[in-house]
Nanobody, 115 residues
Framework: QVQLVESGGGLVQPGGSLRLSCAASGIRFSINDMSWYRQAPGKQRELIARITAGGKTNFADSVKGRFTISRDNAKKTVYLQMNSLKAEDTAVYYC?????????WGQGTQVTVSS
């Protein structure tokens, strides 16, 4: 049974930081590309960061320079470090695994940026 479990969300003030984690089980984590998406109320889910099995990273323009993505294959976990958070970063954040057209999603974790 495949499970992706996100954690680390919460309420943070503008300019603050959070680190999200996504722990995977039931997949060969090291060969999967891993991504973070987010969905704000009334908006479509958007891809914000991706890390390939080989460690190559990509970011959406909206988070470039503020967010970083990393992975620990031994722990089967992908991380999203979010710095300089803005109100517009408020959303539910999801992680996704992908390998050869087989993809799985986590349940999401809420991030709220507000003073």
């Amino acid at each position: 049974q495949v499970q992706l479990v996100e954690s680390g969300g919460g309420l943070v003030q503008p300019g603050g930081s959070l680190r999200l984690s996504c722990a995977a089980s039931g997949i060969r984590f090291s060969i999967n590309d891993m991504s973070w998406y987010r969905q704000a109320p009334g908006k479509q889910r958007e891809l914000i960061a991706r890390i390939t099995a080989g460690g190559k990273t990509n970011f959406a323009d909206s988070v470039k320079g503020r967010f970083t993505i990393s992975r620990d294959n031994a722990k089967k976990t992908v991380y999203l470090q979010m710095n300089s958070l803005k109100a517009e970063d408020t959303a539910v954040y999801y992680c996704k695994s992908w390998f050869r057209s087989s993809e799985f999603w986590g349940q999401g974790t809420q991030v709220t940026v507000s003073s």
